[in-house]
Protein backbone atom coordinates (compact mmCIF):
# COMPACT_ATOMS: atom_id res chain seq x y z
CA UNK A 1 0.00 0.00 0.00
CA UNK A 2 1.52 3.51 -0.86
CA UNK A 3 -0.92 6.49 -1.90
CA UNK A 4 0.93 9.87 -2.03
CA UNK A 5 -0.86 12.98 -1.51
CA UNK A 6 0.59 16.86 -1.99
CA UNK A 7 -1.66 19.56 -0.91
CA UNK A 8 -0.59 22.96 -1.85
CA UNK A 9 3.11 22.13 -2.59
CA UNK A 10 5.56 25.05 -3.33
CA UNK A 11 9.07 25.24 -3.86
CA UNK A 12 10.99 28.66 -3.77
CA UNK A 13 14.59 28.58 -4.35
CA UNK A 14 17.29 30.81 -3.05
CA UNK A 15 15.23 34.49 -2.50
CA UNK A 16 12.60 34.31 -5.28
CA UNK A 17 13.07 31.49 -7.79
CA UNK A 18 9.98 29.76 -7.63
CA UNK A 19 10.21 26.20 -9.38
CA UNK A 20 7.00 24.80 -8.13
CA UNK A 21 3.43 26.32 -6.37
CA UNK A 22 0.14 25.83 -6.00
CA UNK A 23 0.85 21.69 -6.58
CA UNK A 24 -1.73 19.27 -5.49
CA UNK A 25 -1.89 16.23 -6.44
CA UNK A 26 -3.42 12.46 -5.22
CA UNK A 27 -1.62 9.74 -6.00
CA UNK A 28 -3.74 5.86 -5.55
CA UNK A 29 -1.75 2.94 -4.40
CA UNK A 30 -0.29 1.11 -7.54
CA UNK A 31 -1.10 4.10 -9.68
CA UNK A 32 1.01 4.94 -12.76
CA UNK A 33 1.69 9.08 -12.92
CA UNK A 34 3.39 10.46 -15.11
CA UNK A 35 4.88 14.34 -14.41
CA UNK A 36 5.41 15.78 -18.32
CA UNK A 37 5.97 19.22 -19.49
CA UNK A 38 8.57 21.51 -20.91
CA UNK A 39 12.38 21.89 -19.24
CA UNK A 40 12.37 23.97 -16.35
CA UNK A 41 8.42 23.85 -15.86
CA UNK A 42 9.32 21.86 -11.92
CA UNK A 43 8.83 17.98 -12.40
CA UNK A 44 12.29 17.16 -11.40
CA UNK A 45 12.05 19.59 -8.68
CA UNK A 46 8.31 17.80 -7.19
CA UNK A 47 9.72 14.40 -7.51
CA UNK A 48 12.98 15.08 -5.65
CA UNK A 49 10.58 16.92 -2.79
CA UNK A 50 8.65 13.52 -3.13
CA UNK A 51 11.95 11.45 -2.77
CA UNK A 52 13.09 13.87 0.60
CA UNK A 53 16.28 15.50 -2.00
CA UNK A 54 14.95 18.68 -1.96
CA UNK A 55 13.59 20.83 1.05
CA UNK A 56 9.77 21.55 0.70
CA UNK A 57 9.20 25.56 0.75
CA UNK A 58 5.28 25.01 2.04
CA UNK A 59 2.72 22.66 1.87
CA UNK A 60 2.90 18.57 2.73
CA UNK A 61 3.65 15.32 1.37
CA UNK A 62 2.01 12.41 2.51
CA UNK A 63 3.05 9.21 1.80
CA UNK A 64 -0.03 6.66 2.78
CA UNK A 65 -1.52 9.28 5.13
CA UNK A 66 1.74 9.97 7.18
CA UNK A 67 3.36 13.70 6.14
CA UNK A 68 7.36 12.67 5.71
CA UNK A 69 8.54 16.65 4.80
CA UNK A 70 11.03 16.43 7.72
CA UNK A 71 12.00 12.68 6.85
CA UNK A 72 15.04 12.40 5.84
CA UNK A 73 15.32 10.51 2.48
CA UNK A 74 15.97 6.76 3.63
CA UNK A 75 13.02 7.21 6.07
CA UNK A 76 10.61 7.29 3.10
CA UNK A 77 10.55 3.56 1.70
CA UNK A 78 11.03 5.09 -2.12
CA UNK A 79 13.42 3.73 -4.54
CA UNK A 80 14.83 6.04 -7.39
CA UNK A 81 15.83 5.49 -10.63
CA UNK A 82 17.95 8.62 -12.22
CA UNK A 83 18.54 9.18 -15.93
CA UNK A 84 22.25 9.06 -15.39
CA UNK A 85 22.38 5.67 -14.10
CA UNK A 86 24.70 6.19 -11.31
CA UNK A 87 26.50 2.80 -10.91
CA UNK A 88 29.15 2.36 -9.43
CA UNK A 89 32.12 1.35 -12.22
CA UNK A 90 34.17 -0.81 -9.86
CA UNK A 91 31.19 -3.09 -8.81
CA UNK A 92 29.82 -6.11 -10.63
CA UNK A 93 26.20 -5.46 -11.74
CA UNK A 94 25.38 -8.17 -9.29
CA UNK A 95 26.66 -5.82 -6.14
CA UNK A 96 25.87 -2.54 -7.38
CA UNK A 97 21.95 -3.90 -7.10
CA UNK A 98 22.72 -5.85 -3.78
CA UNK A 99 24.19 -2.28 -2.93
CA UNK A 100 21.73 -0.71 -1.12
CA UNK A 101 20.63 -4.74 0.74
CA UNK A 102 24.30 -4.64 2.06
CA UNK A 103 24.33 -1.63 4.18
CA UNK A 104 21.49 -2.88 5.48
CA UNK A 105 23.33 -5.98 6.48
CA UNK A 106 20.32 -8.03 4.75
CA UNK A 107 21.52 -11.68 4.99
CA UNK A 108 23.29 -13.12 1.71
CA UNK A 109 20.66 -15.31 0.96
CA UNK A 110 17.87 -13.09 0.99
CA UNK A 111 20.20 -10.91 -1.30
CA UNK A 112 21.06 -13.59 -3.39
CA UNK A 113 17.42 -13.97 -4.26
CA UNK A 114 16.47 -10.50 -4.16
CA UNK A 115 18.90 -9.74 -7.04
CA UNK A 116 18.58 -12.77 -9.12
CA UNK A 117 14.36 -12.49 -9.38
CA UNK A 118 14.90 -8.62 -9.80
CA UNK A 119 17.38 -9.77 -12.86
CA UNK A 120 15.31 -12.62 -13.93
CA UNK A 121 12.55 -9.49 -14.74
CA UNK A 122 14.93 -7.13 -16.14
CA UNK A 123 16.26 -10.08 -18.30
CA UNK A 124 19.78 -9.31 -17.19
CA UNK A 125 20.45 -12.57 -15.43
CA UNK A 126 23.67 -13.40 -17.44
CA UNK A 127 25.38 -9.98 -17.19
CA UNK A 128 25.34 -10.32 -13.22
CA UNK A 129 29.20 -10.75 -12.62
CA UNK A 130 30.30 -8.02 -15.46
CA UNK A 131 31.34 -4.66 -14.76
CA UNK A 132 28.96 -1.43 -15.81
CA UNK A 133 31.30 -0.42 -18.16
CA UNK A 134 30.97 -3.95 -19.96
CA UNK A 135 27.24 -3.73 -21.01
CA UNK A 136 25.13 -1.33 -23.40
CA UNK A 137 23.12 1.88 -22.52
CA UNK A 138 20.28 -0.30 -22.38
CA UNK A 139 21.05 -2.87 -19.97
CA UNK A 140 23.16 -0.21 -17.56
CA UNK A 141 19.54 1.37 -17.16
CA UNK A 142 18.27 -1.91 -16.88
CA UNK A 143 20.66 -2.50 -13.49
CA UNK A 144 19.56 0.90 -12.33
CA UNK A 145 16.13 -0.36 -12.23
CA UNK A 146 16.98 -3.27 -10.76
CA UNK A 147 18.75 -1.83 -7.85
CA UNK A 148 15.70 0.26 -7.25
CA UNK A 149 13.28 -2.81 -7.60
CA UNK A 150 15.59 -4.73 -4.91
CA UNK A 151 14.54 -2.71 -2.12
CA UNK A 152 11.04 -3.55 -2.10
CA UNK A 153 10.01 -0.04 -2.14
CA UNK A 154 6.52 1.44 -1.44
CA UNK A 155 6.70 3.95 -4.13
CA UNK A 156 9.11 3.98 -7.10
CA UNK A 157 10.25 7.08 -8.59
CA UNK A 158 11.87 7.85 -12.34
CA UNK A 159 13.37 10.74 -13.41
CA UNK A 160 14.02 10.88 -16.95
CA UNK A 161 15.22 7.24 -16.89
CA UNK A 162 15.22 6.46 -20.73
CA UNK A 163 16.49 10.13 -22.32
CA UNK A 164 20.28 8.91 -22.40
CA UNK A 165 19.14 6.60 -25.09
CA UNK A 166 18.79 6.03 -28.45
CA UNK A 167 15.04 6.78 -30.44
CA UNK A 168 15.15 2.55 -30.80
CA UNK A 169 16.29 1.53 -27.55
CA UNK A 170 13.86 3.88 -25.67
CA UNK A 171 10.86 2.76 -27.66
CA UNK A 172 11.54 -0.77 -26.69
CA UNK A 173 12.14 0.06 -22.69
CA UNK A 174 9.02 2.28 -23.00
CA UNK A 175 7.98 -1.12 -23.59
CA UNK A 176 9.65 -2.88 -20.85
CA UNK A 177 8.74 -0.44 -18.46
CA UNK A 178 5.01 -1.03 -19.38
CA UNK A 179 6.13 -4.97 -18.38
CA UNK A 180 8.23 -4.25 -15.36
CA UNK A 181 4.94 -2.30 -14.08
CA UNK A 182 2.74 -5.29 -14.49
CA UNK A 183 5.23 -7.45 -12.37
CA UNK A 184 5.76 -5.04 -9.49
CA UNK A 185 3.14 -3.85 -7.31
CA UNK A 186 3.83 -0.66 -6.60
CA UNK A 187 3.03 2.87 -7.23
CA UNK A 188 5.08 4.75 -9.97
CA UNK A 189 6.22 8.41 -10.49
CA UNK A 190 7.46 9.15 -13.72
CA UNK A 191 9.16 12.00 -14.98
CA UNK A 192 9.56 13.20 -18.46
CA UNK A 193 9.19 15.66 -21.04
CA UNK A 194 8.08 13.53 -23.56
CA UNK A 195 4.13 13.56 -24.28
CA UNK A 196 4.69 10.16 -26.16
CA UNK A 197 6.55 8.11 -22.97
CA UNK A 198 3.56 10.35 -20.75
CA UNK A 199 0.70 8.78 -23.00
CA UNK A 200 1.70 5.29 -23.34
CA UNK A 201 3.16 5.08 -19.69
CA UNK A 202 0.47 6.62 -17.28
CA UNK A 203 -2.64 5.72 -15.68
CA UNK A 204 -3.00 9.70 -15.53
CA UNK A 205 -1.01 12.05 -16.62
CA UNK A 206 0.25 15.59 -15.05
CA UNK A 207 0.94 18.14 -17.49
CA UNK A 208 2.99 21.29 -15.96
CA UNK A 209 4.24 24.57 -16.99
CA UNK A 210 5.83 27.08 -15.56
CA UNK A 211 5.88 25.52 -11.98
CA UNK A 212 1.71 25.42 -12.08
CA UNK A 213 -0.22 21.83 -12.82
CA UNK A 214 -2.08 22.38 -16.40
CA UNK A 215 -3.48 19.57 -16.15
CA UNK A 216 -4.36 16.37 -14.45
CA UNK A 217 -6.21 13.00 -16.57
CA UNK A 218 -5.88 9.97 -18.50
CA UNK A 219 -4.01 9.80 -21.78
CA UNK A 220 -7.18 9.84 -23.40
CA UNK A 221 -8.96 12.62 -21.23
CA UNK A 222 -5.86 15.08 -21.81
CA UNK A 223 -5.99 14.07 -25.42
CA UNK A 224 -9.85 14.64 -25.83
CA UNK A 225 -10.34 17.43 -23.69
CA UNK A 226 -7.47 19.63 -23.34
CA UNK A 227 -8.19 21.87 -20.77
CA UNK A 228 -6.36 24.53 -22.56
CA UNK A 229 -4.33 25.65 -25.34
CA UNK A 230 -1.08 24.49 -24.04
CA UNK A 231 -2.18 20.87 -23.11
CA UNK A 232 -3.70 20.63 -26.49
CA UNK A 233 -0.55 21.76 -28.35
CA UNK A 234 1.29 19.88 -25.94
CA UNK A 235 -0.20 16.86 -26.11
CA UNK A 236 -0.30 14.73 -29.49
CA UNK A 237 2.77 14.66 -32.25
CA UNK A 238 2.31 16.47 -34.50
CA UNK A 239 1.22 18.98 -32.84
CA UNK A 240 -2.59 20.41 -33.09
CA UNK A 241 -3.12 22.86 -35.35
CA UNK A 242 -4.62 26.18 -33.87
CA UNK A 243 -5.01 29.50 -35.50
CA UNK A 244 -7.70 32.54 -35.10
CA UNK A 245 -11.26 32.17 -36.76
CA UNK A 246 -15.23 33.11 -35.94
CA UNK A 247 -17.54 30.79 -34.99
CA UNK A 248 -20.85 31.47 -36.32
CA UNK A 249 -24.10 30.83 -34.42
CA UNK A 250 -26.91 30.69 -37.38
CA UNK A 251 -30.31 29.07 -37.43
CA UNK A 252 -29.67 26.84 -33.86
CA UNK A 253 -26.32 25.76 -35.83
CA UNK A 254 -22.97 26.82 -35.35
CA UNK A 255 -20.39 26.98 -38.58
CA UNK A 256 -16.50 27.79 -38.65
CA UNK A 257 -15.22 30.03 -41.05
CA UNK A 258 -11.49 29.35 -41.06
CA UNK A 259 -9.54 30.91 -44.21
CA UNK A 260 -12.65 31.58 -46.15
CA UNK A 261 -14.25 28.47 -45.66
CA UNK A 262 -17.48 27.40 -43.99
CA UNK A 263 -17.50 24.22 -42.00
CA UNK A 264 -20.34 23.06 -39.55
CA UNK A 265 -20.01 22.08 -35.98
CA UNK A 266 -21.35 18.90 -35.82
CA UNK A 267 -22.18 15.80 -32.89
CA UNK A 268 -21.55 16.10 -29.24
CA UNK A 269 -18.86 19.21 -30.18
CA UNK A 270 -22.28 21.72 -31.34
CA UNK A 271 -24.77 19.96 -28.54
CA UNK A 272 -22.08 21.26 -25.73
CA UNK A 273 -21.92 24.47 -27.69
CA UNK A 274 -25.39 24.63 -27.35
CA UNK A 275 -25.49 23.65 -23.77
CA UNK A 276 -22.94 26.21 -22.43
CA UNK A 277 -24.81 28.97 -24.72
CA UNK A 278 -21.83 30.34 -26.82
CA UNK A 279 -22.72 32.75 -29.14
CA UNK A 280 -20.77 34.07 -32.09
CA UNK A 281 -17.36 35.06 -32.07
CA UNK A 282 -13.58 35.29 -32.16
CA UNK A 283 -12.40 31.83 -31.24
CA UNK A 284 -8.72 30.03 -31.21
CA UNK A 285 -9.75 26.99 -32.91
CA UNK A 286 -7.56 23.34 -32.43
CA UNK A 287 -7.72 20.98 -35.55
CA UNK A 288 -5.68 17.53 -35.02
CA UNK A 289 -2.88 16.38 -38.17
CA UNK A 290 -5.52 13.49 -38.44
CA UNK A 291 -8.28 15.16 -38.64
CA UNK A 292 -7.60 16.90 -42.14
CA UNK A 293 -8.65 15.10 -44.61
CA UNK A 294 -8.48 15.82 -48.55
CA UNK A 295 -11.14 17.85 -50.57
CA UNK A 296 -12.12 19.74 -53.23
CA UNK A 297 -12.65 23.43 -54.52
CA UNK A 298 -16.06 22.76 -55.17
CA UNK A 299 -16.47 22.18 -51.33
CA UNK A 300 -17.10 25.43 -49.20
CA UNK A 301 -15.63 23.75 -46.16
CA UNK A 302 -12.63 23.46 -48.29
CA UNK A 303 -8.92 25.36 -47.50
CA UNK A 304 -6.85 25.75 -50.11
CA UNK A 305 -2.94 25.51 -49.57
CA UNK A 306 0.50 24.88 -50.75
CA UNK A 307 2.71 21.98 -49.98
CA UNK A 308 5.98 23.41 -48.63
CA UNK A 309 7.20 20.19 -47.08
CA UNK A 310 6.02 16.87 -47.42
CA UNK A 311 7.44 14.16 -44.92
CA UNK A 312 7.29 10.46 -45.88
CA UNK A 313 6.38 8.54 -42.56
CA UNK A 314 5.86 5.11 -44.33
CA UNK A 315 2.32 4.29 -43.08
CA UNK A 316 1.57 8.21 -43.48
CA UNK A 317 2.33 11.42 -45.08
CA UNK A 318 3.25 14.54 -43.09
CA UNK A 319 1.84 17.65 -45.19
CA UNK A 320 3.43 21.11 -43.83
CA UNK A 321 1.25 23.83 -45.82
CA UNK A 322 0.67 27.18 -45.80
CA UNK A 323 -2.56 28.34 -46.56
CA UNK A 324 -3.33 31.64 -48.33
CA UNK A 325 -2.53 33.71 -45.76
CA UNK A 326 0.57 32.39 -44.96
CA UNK A 327 -0.33 30.52 -41.75
CA UNK A 328 1.25 27.06 -41.63
CA UNK A 329 -0.72 23.92 -40.77
CA UNK A 330 0.51 20.44 -40.62
CA UNK A 331 -1.92 17.86 -42.04
CA UNK A 332 -1.59 14.08 -41.68
CA UNK A 333 -2.82 11.47 -44.36
CA UNK A 334 -2.90 7.95 -44.14
CA UNK A 335 -0.91 6.74 -47.60
CA UNK A 336 -2.59 3.26 -47.55
CA UNK A 337 -5.64 4.32 -49.83
CA UNK A 338 -3.41 6.67 -52.16
CA UNK A 339 -2.97 5.75 -55.88
CA UNK A 340 0.19 7.14 -57.29
CA UNK A 341 -1.47 10.35 -59.13
CA UNK A 342 -2.41 11.23 -55.37
CA UNK A 343 1.41 10.64 -54.57
CA UNK A 344 2.68 12.52 -57.42
CA UNK A 345 0.26 15.19 -56.32
CA UNK A 346 1.08 15.45 -52.46
CA UNK A 347 4.66 16.54 -52.74
CA UNK A 348 6.34 20.28 -53.20
CA UNK A 349 5.34 23.17 -54.35
CA UNK A 350 1.64 21.76 -54.91
CA UNK A 351 -1.62 23.14 -54.11
CA UNK A 352 -4.06 21.11 -52.30
CA UNK A 353 -7.47 21.11 -50.70
CA UNK A 354 -7.72 20.31 -47.09
CA UNK A 355 -10.87 20.26 -44.86
CA UNK A 356 -11.88 18.38 -41.60
CA UNK A 357 -15.18 16.86 -39.64
CA UNK A 358 -17.24 19.07 -37.56
CA UNK A 359 -16.89 16.58 -34.82
CA UNK A 360 -13.67 16.63 -34.25
CA UNK A 361 -12.61 20.77 -33.63
CA UNK A 362 -11.64 22.05 -30.19
CA UNK A 363 -12.86 25.65 -29.08
CA UNK A 364 -10.43 27.95 -27.01
CA UNK A 365 -11.08 31.48 -25.68
CA UNK A 366 -9.04 33.87 -27.99
CA UNK A 367 -7.67 35.71 -24.35
CA UNK A 368 -7.68 33.18 -21.43
CA UNK A 369 -6.67 30.29 -24.16
CA UNK A 370 -9.36 27.61 -22.08
CA UNK A 371 -10.95 25.06 -23.41
CA UNK A 372 -14.78 26.90 -24.24
CA UNK A 373 -16.29 23.47 -23.93
CA UNK A 374 -15.38 22.58 -20.07
P1 LIG B 1 12.16 20.25 -15.06
O1 LIG B 1 12.44 19.00 -14.29
O2 LIG B 1 10.72 20.38 -15.42
O3 LIG B 1 13.05 20.45 -16.24
P2 LIG B 1 13.19 21.57 -12.70
O4 LIG B 1 12.30 21.08 -11.63
O5 LIG B 1 14.53 20.97 -12.83
O6 LIG B 1 12.42 21.51 -14.09
O7 LIG B 1 13.38 23.15 -12.54
C1 LIG B 1 12.30 24.03 -12.30
C2 LIG B 1 12.84 25.45 -12.14
O8 LIG B 1 13.64 25.53 -10.98
C3 LIG B 1 13.71 25.90 -13.30
O9 LIG B 1 13.46 27.26 -13.51
C4 LIG B 1 15.12 25.69 -12.77
O10 LIG B 1 16.02 26.60 -13.35
C5 LIG B 1 14.94 25.97 -11.28
N1 LIG B 1 15.90 25.18 -10.47
C6 LIG B 1 16.02 23.83 -10.45
N2 LIG B 1 16.96 23.45 -9.55
C7 LIG B 1 17.45 24.59 -9.03
C8 LIG B 1 18.46 24.87 -8.02
N3 LIG B 1 19.13 23.88 -7.43
N4 LIG B 1 18.69 26.16 -7.74
C9 LIG B 1 18.00 27.16 -8.32
N5 LIG B 1 17.05 26.97 -9.26
C10 LIG B 1 16.77 25.70 -9.60
Known sequence: MASVKLTNVKKIYGKDTVAVQDFNLDIADKEFIVFVGPSGCGKSTTLRMIAGLEDISAGTVEIDGVVVNDLQPRDRDIAMV???????????VFENMAFSLRLKNVPND??????????????ITDY???KPRALSGGQRQRVAIGRAMVRDSKVFLMDEPLSNLDAK?????????????????????YVTHDQTEAMTLGDRIVIMKDGFIQQVGTPTEVFDMPLNLFVAEFIGAPKMNTFKTNLVCEGGKYYVTPYGSKIEVTGKKAEMLKSKGITSGEIILGVRPEHFVLSNASNPGAI?????VNEMMGSELHLHVLEENGDRLIVRIPTVSLDDDQRNMLTYGHTIYVTFEGKVMHFFDKDTEQNLLI
Open 128 to 130: LTR
Open 169 to 189: LRNQMRAEIILLRQKIDTTFI
Open 82 to 92: FQNYALYPHLT
Open 304 to 308: PCKIV
Open 110 to 123: IVYEKVTQAAEILG
